[in-house]
Each structure stands twice: as structure tokens, then as C-alpha cells.
């Protein structure tokens, strides 16, 4: 490494004071920069693909950048398309976004440009500021390419319907091509947008096909609203335990043994030897409470083996996971749950109406909302509800018992519209009575004699539960599929891309 | 499930006003609960262990609660240990810790409660309020179990140095032992807290004993901070993003090849064929900007199947990665990871100092630090600096090579202390370039097919960068060994606990 590839004085930082030192070095370098960029700001160095007999009054306007090799550090402002509106009537400016759809004719073109979950019209009129050639470049540039435009914003006085901003359009004077798309796209974006039950003269795309091009599938507006969401869904499950004490930690994924249950759990090679994959983190953020972590949640991803093709099963995905330390009953921990959950449901109605107005295709509000989904809205008017107290027998081993009927136990779970998005119970925190029960279960005591050991110690009471995170999305969103719930879904026929 | 097992009324809130409705039954039942409570508040359902023939004074003041199933909701008011101090002397407090050492002598007890870092002193003088019974009971307790105490808080004249709460003691009037230690502990805290430089006389604990009694060795201040530590640089490093327009996206860890390279990856058996664990999420990450995600970040665990028994090498941990479209340069993302990379630092030495006090070793300092570090620091005054431009032979095929010259590449690494804590690249987003350099690599292209395709349909240039969350907290508080770093490491010679 020499000496003049340091970048120590730009970007370094003393801790201590937190002052910043150019050398003058590194300030002649930014001012030539600077230049640099100032002389090509109009585009003198873009490559313009037309050359005709005629002068071309659109030189250098249009064209393709060419790879973008970071040469140069050009400094253009760009909008975001989400933003404009007609109190921007008149102004100029430059956007970059994919070239969602073009009609050239004559000597108009119309094109809508894409940004995530926003659209803008943009038009081109062949004239003083527009050749000819412009305006074919134009019409050859194929669909989902990403563009930079530049161009006045025009108030229009029709309301635009095809686009999210219909107040206003872009007169085009400037276009060029950042990176382009492959003219044959496998699936056409607006055809994965469309649902199935939308309009049956138009094509829709299965679901298949969706994911074998889950690049282009995931531009959808549906898709990044779905996304958007489940990040959202993340931020306020962390935010509201973390303003509640509870630590984030991370559990292991690999694990010694199958370690709740034998089935569904994944083998790896592991060296000379064999691990597995972790069906939750069950045991871990258990023995975190043991040592002394008091409150804990964890998200990540959780693998299970299950050879089942159905709209709800997938072999990884997200868990979020809690568990507290509870002073003398579970029901302080279900309190806290429930707080929870309904904050998260709050939050994502109050702050996501754009995301959820995109992704809510409501397919289970009639056939699929449970019978007792249904009883108890009407008569508690209410669409979210526990239910506590499971018999013993449907629950894993370290659940406790019922102290007062041993047919039950002490766990619980939460619902949302009739379906099931929460399980939990209070633990056995005690190691005889957790060898007992294991042993009831038939598990080998030796695969789980680490977490059974946890708890020789002193272990305060605890309980907890988890949400899986795209199951959660799904019923939100009223959704057909979990793995439209997934970036990159996994199930037993599919492990690509 | 019968009705009366429905706790809707209790939890039940309808999302759309957000009403709460108790039933009568339900108000009753919750008055009957609290009659009870208040009933049996002082402990009158306790068993006293000791019986003896003269009468003993604090009879039902002290005992074991037996454990807990959560019979009754009791409602007792716990403080904090962290909160204590003399400005509460003479208040009488409740509070649930460890027993962290115990002595008694005579008519006297002292012993030290722990809640995670911190201590505080409590004492019991045999006479009108301790009876003799009642101190026995206490010299009996084990190490570790864990307690409720409630007494009097006293100011004291001389600082206490052997606890964390100096100015205060509690002289102790109740006392219950809510779980219990086994009587023998494998390690004792105090020695796996020591560090091994500090006093020679004194034992300590090496690592594969702490690492193999991990619940108790994680009890220790040291873990404790180091952990709440790692909480924080996750938290700063999703909120640092997020503000700056950053989605958090989960990125799948079966993946259907070894993309990065063959070496190194683990194989998991998947149902009648194999796949393998991601080595990171880098394709993944890319191919949500090609779907237009535009800025993502990533927290989550990969897996790295090395043979390596070092003290920086572990087979699983956690990378919090990300990647942005940039418009020009790359360079605009190597401002935003230098920014967010000081921003973490900052915070952490604002906001975590009790912690990087009960953490920070120290032991890199002298011997470990590089030459470069020691280098650039004394001529910039700076901790952290970058390097850029490395060779493109050194970096992995996804690589974007320099424009200008070829044998170097657009790529750069973040030091802190001398270390590389972060290492990032602008990547290539075309398939043409990116087949032929994954080709040089001889990589089987058919591996990675939907990777390459996945920029078939416009891309956005983009760079990013990830940084190991358990190398991070290492170098940050100057630890000798990244297991230390994680809550259950995983090495090739450990996936236990």
C-alpha cells in the first residue's frame, strides 16, 4: 500500500475530540475534483449513440453513460420521485429511476418512471430543446433499464391515474441510460403486480415463475411494500423491548444435537463429525436467562426440515424470539407479550398506510378467518385474543405444568383475525423436573444435558415466546403465501436463487 | 379449549380504537386475585425450613419460596441494585439477586447481592428482628442461588470497595431463596472474572473451563458488559442506516452452492440432496439492490467451515453487513461506512462507559497493535483510518476493477487500532464483466447462475461492506479472544453448550 492511497486525513477521525484534518493535499485533490466535475456536468463526456447526417440539436443530451466505473465523482442532485407534487411547478430536475413503461409515436413519447413504489410521467415533444434522433434513443431503450432524466415539472390539469404522483409530469430535455436491461424480460413487472382475482382478461404471473425472477419480482410495488413492512415489523418488536430492558443477543445456529426432538432438523457436516441446524433459540435464550440476562430477544433465522408443500411452510425463516424473567407469575410476561404485539399491529397501521394500501390483498378475510376467530370479535369485539392454559400433552417438554391440574400447563397463545401468530409458556426452571418431563418425552437426556445443566445453578422463573416473522407479515397483509413473505424462499423443492 | 379459558377481555384491544373491555366476570376475577395477593404478601405461604423447640422470632421472615408456578401473582416491588444509593437511607426496599458471597460469623451475616454488574452489601445482626434460626438459614444458602431480601437501606461511613454500591448497605429484616444453586459450582465467579494478568496469587479460570460452563461464566461483569456492548453496535449500526434511508432486509442461509468459492462451507444434508450454509449474505445483499431495494443492511449469522483454532477464528458468527446504489462514485458510499463506523465508536464511548470499564483488557494495546496504525496515528492523530485500492488479485471476483489500471481494484478496508474491522468494495453490476472475472476465478458459472442474471435487468453501481459482530467488540475493548465475544462459540473443536 503506498503512502498516497491512505486516506487517513479525509475520512479520519480522532475519537477523542472528533476533529477533522484535510491535509493540503487532500484539499488541492478536492478542489480539482471539484472542477472536474463542474466541466462535465452537462454531459460532454456521455457517449451519444446516433449519429446522423443532420446536426443533432440533442447532442450530448441523451445517451448511455457506459459502465459506471466510479472515474469520475460527477455531483448531480437527484429527486426523489415520491416527493414531487404540483408546488414544484417549474422547477428542473434530475431523477434516476427504472423505465417502467415508453410509447414513442410520432413525435411525442411518453414514458412512466419507476422508483420502488412511486411512478412519474415523463414526455418528450420533438422541437427546439428535442431532436429526432432524441426521441427514437428514447423509444429504443428497453423496459427496466435504470435512467437519469432532467427536465421542468409541469403541473398537469388532468389528474395522471396511471401514476402514484398525478399532479404533476416531467418535459424531458435530458436522458441517459445508467445500466441497461435485456430487451426480453422473463416477466413483465406490471403483470407479477396485477393479483389474480384483479381483472381476468389480463395476464397474471404464478407463482412459480414469480420466484424463479425474484429479481424482477421483488420491484413490484406489492413486493416492496411487503418488505418494507417487515422491516418495520423488526424495528418496533426491538424498539419496544428495548425501552422495556430487554438485551438483544444472538444464539448459535449450529447446534451439537436435535435438540427439541429428533425430527425435522437439518444434519451438517461438521468437520470429521455431524452438527444440526437450530429449530429455534429455544434453548439458548433459556440458558441466557440463566445467566443472568434477566430480559432477551433475539431475531434470526431458524431452519426446520419439514417436507411440507403447503402456502404456509417454509424450511427457514425469522424468528423473533423473547424471553423474561418473571418475579412470581407467567402472566406478567403474557401481559408484556400482548402490550407488545398490539403496539407493533398500532405502529403498522399508524405509519405504514402507503405499504399497507400496496400489499393488503385481504384473500383470508372470508374463507380462511377461523370459526373462533369470528365468535370472538362479536362478542369481545376484538380481533386480537389469548388463549392460555393448553393441555400439557400438545406442549414441548420444558413447558411447566399447571401446579393445580397437571392435565394443563402454564403456556399460552396469541391471535390475530383467528389465526395463531404467537406461542409461549412459562419454562421448567427447575433441572429435576425438566429431566422428569424430558424423559416423558422420550428425548435423550444426554443431547440436552448442556441446557438441563443451566439450570443446577439458580434460574429466576421465566417465559417467553416467538413470532415467526413472515407468518406475521402474511396475516397481516391478508397475503395467499408465505413465501411472498421471503426475499429468497426456501422449501423442500426449492432452494434457489 | 372451554370458554372460560379466553382471556380476550383481559388482553383483548381492538386495533381500531383501541378500547380495553373487561367482562364483570373478569373484573371479579381480578379483585379476587388481588385480595389474595395482598393476603398472602408477607409471606405467610412460605415454608420455614428450620424448626426448632424455643420459639423463633422471625418465623415466616425468611424460608424458601419452593418453586415457582406461578400459584399466585404477587405483587411485590423490586428496585434495581443500580439504583441504590444514599440518598435512599432509611428506606425500607424489596430486592431480587444472587447470592454472590456470603459470611457469617457469631451473631453476624454479611453478604453481597448481585444483579448482572452490579453489588451491593447486606447485613444481619442476630436480635429483636434476626433470630439465630433465621441467620443459620442464611449461612446455609448456596452461592449463586438466587434471593428476594427486603430490609433497610443504611448509609455507611466508610465506602464499601468490595461492592458496586459503596455509600449504602442493607440491613436485612426478610429473606427468601426464590431458585437455588447446586452447593458445589464448577467455577466460582470471582475467579472467572479475574483476568490473568491481575494478581498471580489468585486462581483464575482458563477458557475451555469457562467456555464449557458457559451460564456461569457468562454471569461474570466482564460478560455481562461485553454483551450489552454488542447490543449497542448492533443498535447504533441499524439506526446510524436506518435514518440515512437504509431498509433491513434477512438474507437466506441455505443457499444452493458454495457462491463464494469452494472452500470453507459447510454441507447440510436437504431432504434427498445437499445444500450448504451462506458464507456471508454478499450475493444476497446485491441482489436486493438489483430488485431495487436501493440501501440494505443485514444482521445475521454466517458460517465459515476452517479449520482455524485461533484466537480470532470462530465457525459461526454474526455479520452485519450492507450495501448501497451509489450515483457516480464509490466513493459516496466509502463517506457513508467512514461516518457510520465513527458514529458507532462515538456512541459507544458516550453511552457505555460502566460497561467498557468492566470490559476493556486492554491486552492488544502494546504487543498486538500494527506498525501502520502506530504509523498513521502519529502522523494524522487519528484511530481509524482507510485504506483504498487494493490489488485486484487479493479481492474476490465480484470485485469492480479500477478503470484507470487494471491491477488494481475500486475496494478498501477500515482500521481501527491497527486492526481491520471492515472491508468492502464497489461491486460489478454488469454480467459480461462479471462472467469474465468469475470465470478467472474458475468459478463454475452454473453455480452461480441466478447471482449473474440477477443484473441481466438493470442494476444500479453499487458498493457496501460488512464488519464481524464479535471481531468488532474484540478489538473495541481490547480482548484476547473472540470466543469471549460470543455467548456460545463455535469453533472447529467446540459446538457445545
Known amino acids: 500500500m503506498s503512502d498516497s492511497e491512505i486516506q487517513a486525513g479525509v475520512e479520519g477521525v480522532n475519537l477523542e475530540d472528533g476533529e477533522k484534518k484535510l491535509s493540503k493535499k487532500e484539499l488541492n485533490k478536492l478542489a480539482r475534483q471539484q472542477k472536474k466535475a463542474e466541466k462535465k456536468h452537462q454531459g460532454a463526456d456521455t457517449k451519444t449513440e446516433e449519429s446522423t447526417e443532420e446536426e443533432d440539436i440533442s447532442k450530448n443530451k441523451y445517451g448511455t453513460y457506459g459502465l459506471i466505473r466510479s472515474t469520475e465523482r460527477k455531483e448531480l442532485e437527484f429527486v426523489n420521485v415520491g416527493t414531487l407534487n404540483s ?21 411525442t413519447g411518453f414514458i412512466v418512471v419507476r422508483q420502488r413504489i412511486f411512478t412519474i410521467q415523463g414526455v418528450l415533444f420533438v422541437g427546439a430543446e428535442v431532436s429526432k434522433q432524441m426521441l427514437k434513443f428514447v423509444g429504443n431503450i428497453s423496459k427496466e433499464s435504470i435512467i437519469d432524466i432532467f427536465g421542468v415539472l409541469h403541473k398537469v390539469d388532468q389528474e395522471i391515474v396511471s401514476c402514484t404522483q398525478r399532479e404533476v409530469e416531467l418535459h424531458i430535455k435530458q436522458i441517459f441510460v445508467v445500466s441497461a436491461a435485456e430487451p426480453r424480460l422473463p416477466l413483465q413487472i406490471e403483470d407479477a403486480a396485477r393479483r389474480a382475482n384483479e381483472d381476468a382478461n389480463l395476464a397474471t404471473v404464478n407463482l412459480d415463475t414469480r420466484l424463479d425472477n425474484r ?86 433465522a431458524v431452519f426446520r426440515a419439514e ?80 388463549l392460555d392454559k393448553y393441555p400439557l400433552s400438545v406442549r414441548p417438554f420444558y413447558t411447566m ?30 433441572p429435576v423436573m425438566l429431566t422428569e418431563r424430558a424423559k416423558h418425552h422420550n428425548i435423550d437426556l444426554e443431547k440436552i444435558r448442556a441446557y438441563i445443566d443451566s439450570f443446577r445453578y439458580g434460574c429466576p422463573p421465566h417465559a417467553g415466546g416467538g413470532i415467526g416473522l413472515e407468518r406475521v407479515a402474511m396475516l397481516f397483509l391478508g397475503l395467499s403465501n408465505i413465501r411472498l413473505c421471503s426475499l429468497f424462499p426456501r422449501d423442500p423443492r426449492r432452494i434457489t436463487p
Not at 411547478?89 to 434530475?94: F, H, Q, S, T
Not at 419496544?240 to 430492558?245: E, I, P, Q, T
Request: glycine share 8%; charged share 25%.
Open 87 to 107: 408546488s414544484l411547478d417549474g422547477k428542473e430536475v434530475w431523477i434516476r429511476g427504472r423505465l417502467h413503461t415508453s410509447r414513442v409515436q410520432g413525435k
Open 215 to 300: 429479481i424482477l419480482d421483488l420491484r413490484t410495488q406489492t413486493s416492496q411494500a411487503i418488505f418494507k413492512i417487515q422491516a418495520g415489523i423488526c424495528e418496533i418488536f426491538r424498539n419496544a423491548l428495548s425501552k422495556r430492558g430487554f438485551t438483544e443477543i444472538q444464539t448459535p445456529k449450529i447446534i451439537p444435537s436435535p435438540s427439541e426432538g429428533g425430527a425435522n432438523v437439518f444434519e451438517v457436516s461438521y468437520f470429521k463429525g455431524s452438527a444440526y441446524l437450530a429449530q429455534s433459540p429455544q434453548l439458548y435464550k433459556q440458558m441466557a436467562i440463566a445467566a443472568d440476562f434477566d430480559r432477551v430477544f433475539t431475531i434470526g
Open 307 to 386: 417436507d411440507s408443500n403447503t402456502h404456509r411452510h417454509m424450511t427457514e425463516f425469522v424468528g423473533l424470539d423473547l424471553e423474561m424473567a418473571f418475579n412470581f407469575h407467567y402472566h406478567e410476561v403474557v401481559d408484556t407479550i400482548g402490550v407488545l404485539l398490539i403496539e407493533i399491529f398500532k405502529h403498522l397501521q399508524a405509519n405504514y398506510q402507503h405499504e399497507i394500501e400496496a400489499g393488503d390483498e385481504d384473500d383470508l378475510s372470508t374463507t380462511n378467518e377461523k370459526a373462533l376467530g369470528k365468535l370472538v370479535r362479536e362478542k369481545y369485539k376484538t380481533d386480537f385474543y389469548i
Open 401 to 430: 405444568p399447571n401446579a393445580e391440574d397437571g392435565r394443563w400447563s402454564n403456556s399460552y397463545d396469541m391471535f390475530m383475525r383467528g389465526e395463531e401468530i404467537l406461542s409461549g409458556a412459562q419454562r421448567i426452571h427447575d
